[in-house]
């Protein structure tokens, strides 16, 4: 290779490379707009974590399904992981046999409401037979039965500006969903565990199914929903608890 | 002598002992592999440490019958979280250079003309031959630093066309959201529990691959095989027979 080459070769690089950081400046842009930046997208493991999230997004724009499976299939043990909240007022609601738990729902809604657990469960029921690995690596299958996201986002009417549905639980979990995925046709609020009430250990009396992320995405002891146009001001602005303890608010994988 | 880059070039090239062996592409995608080949291991190995047990099928956990436990702590939190981090961007980063090499190597035909063996490579007294070299760690002679021996390229071959697709498919199946829109990942792969403990496996061949690699290029010569993946040209004054 002689010199002359190379140097035409580093020139065009230089000039591929400026025209690379002029471009992902506009196409951040236009990425953000339709909703391909994850909350997380700052550090250095942002482009990674971008890259992924908006590749996955593109993929699944058509609202692909998770597998779902036959009864035969459910797992024997559904493992739990971590501990229901042993604090007021989460003991006292569940003393009281979540009577006095509502489900309260705000931000960018219509129709601000709070559903008593008997309401909820007289909404049109959904129920399916999912795979659910854990981030650890363990993973089982089990049936659920609630009522779709979607169905209650319908019902307090969430505004058109709205972009993240946020998840407020009774432990320090709290998480959040594009819209996106808050209105998958896999995404419920459950009720029931292996046709049983939801057990604490598993979340009750409400906890959240997102079918085609990892678990940490499924808020356990849910009681409100918070609609918003963007996660800048919610807690750290990342979208999640999860990016303070390392892992991403994006949990396709 | 088997097929070298430089018996296409001018016999003046040739018989220089700077003439280039690697191509540049070759060595920027080797060295951008080996930083996300090593990224990709250490966040790895952080990953596993959550749950060091092994299963088959679909499912698995505390309280089902595992096929391996590793003498490992299990550690949530620190590596297991950055790791996973890590680990996808550094995926990014293998994936990208894989595909510009695996492509540039099919059009400039670098796979059919130095990785597929050549004439005579494959029989019986050859391979044995090689073997054998191996086996009792026999220096190369000078001139293998221009072509590679049967093993070499039996065993580029198989992680370039085996074991690293093999690590994207069932990594891709552990993925549910990928595995929502391309369930056969998962599905060939026998169910999400046996995709963790393939692609767990392969790593391990992998990194078995780097280590006798790594070894081979030491046994060769550290110094100017190393040189030789970054300037390109062999050097050490040899000249090329």
Not at chain 2, 165 to 185: N, Y
């Amino acid at each position: 290779m002689s010199a002359h080459v190379s140097r035409r070769k580093l020139i065009t690089t230089g000039l591929t490379a400026g025209a690379g950081v002029t471009g992902l400046g506009v196409a951040a842009k236009i990425a953000d707009h339709y909703g391909l930046i994850p909350p997380d997208w700052g550090g250095i493991w942002g482009p990674g974590e971008t890259l992924t999230y908006a590749t996955q997004r593109l993929l699944m724009a058509s609202g692909s399904l998770a597998r779902e499976f036959n009864r035969s299939e459910v797992s024997k043990v559904v493992p739990v992981s971590g501990p229901q909240p042993k604090t007021d007022p989460y003991q006292r609601l569940r003393a009281g046999g979540f009577a006095d738990w509502r489900l309260t729902t705000d931000g960018l809604v219509a129709r601000p409401s709070a559903f008593s657990l008997a309401e909820i469960k007289r909404m049109p029921a959904k129920t399916q037979i999912t795979h659910q690995a854990c981030e650890e690596g363990w993973s089982f299958i089990a049936e659920w039965t609630g009522v779709p996201l979607s169905y209650v986002m319908n019902l307090v009417g969430v505004s058109p500006k709205a972009k993240f549905v946020v998840f407020w639980p009774f432990d320090e979990s709290w998480d959040s969903l594009d819209l996106p995925d808050a209105y998958h046709a896999q995404t419920f609020l459950a009720y029931n565990l292996n046709g049983q009430d939801l057990p604490a250990d598993h979340g009750a009396p409400l906890r959240v199914r997102v079918a085609r992320q990892l678990g940490y995405k499924s808020v356990k002891y849910l009681h409100r929903l918070t609609f918003v146009d963007s996660l800048k001001n919610v807690v750290d602005g990342r979208g999640s608890a999860a990016p303070a303890a390392g892992y991403s608010w994006y949990a396709g994988i | 002598m088997a097929t070298t880059y430089l018996e296409a070039g001018s016999i003046q090239e040739a018989s220089r002992p700077d003439a280039a062996r690697f191509s540049l592409l070759v060595r920027i995608t080797h060295w951008l592999n080996t930083i996300s080949f090593v990224a990709l291991v250490v966040s790895g190995f952080g990953i596993l440490l959550a749950h060091p047990r092994f299963y088959w099928g679909e499912t698995g956990g505390l309280g089902t019958p595992s096929i391996l436990d590793l003498p490992l702590p299990f550690m949530l939190g620190g590596p297991s979280g950055w790791g996973r981090y890590m680990h996808f961007q550094a995926a990014w980063l293998c994936v990208l250079t894989g595909l510009l090499y695996a492509i540039s190597g099919l059009v400039s035909q670098h796979f059919r003309t130095n990785l597929l063996p050549a004439k005579g490579q494959l029989s019986v007294s050859s391979l044995k031959s090689d073997l054998w070299n191996h086996l009792r760690f026999k220096k190369p002679a000078a001139e293998e630093a221009y072509s590679y021996n049967i093993l070499q390229r039996l065993s580029y071959l198989a992680v370039v066309f085996i074991l690293f697709p093999l690590m994207i498919w069932t990594g891709m199946a552990m993925s549910p959201a990928v595995t929502s829109v391309f369930p056969f990942f998962v599905r060939s792969s026998g169910g999400y529990e046996t995709a963790r403990t393939i692609h767990f496996f392969a790593a391990n061949l992998l990194v078995l691959f780097v280590l006798i690699h790594v070894a081979m290029v030491c046994l060769a010569g550290f110094v100017q095989r190393t040189g030789a993946m970054i300037t390109g040209r062999v050097s050490g004054g040899r000249v090329r027979p």
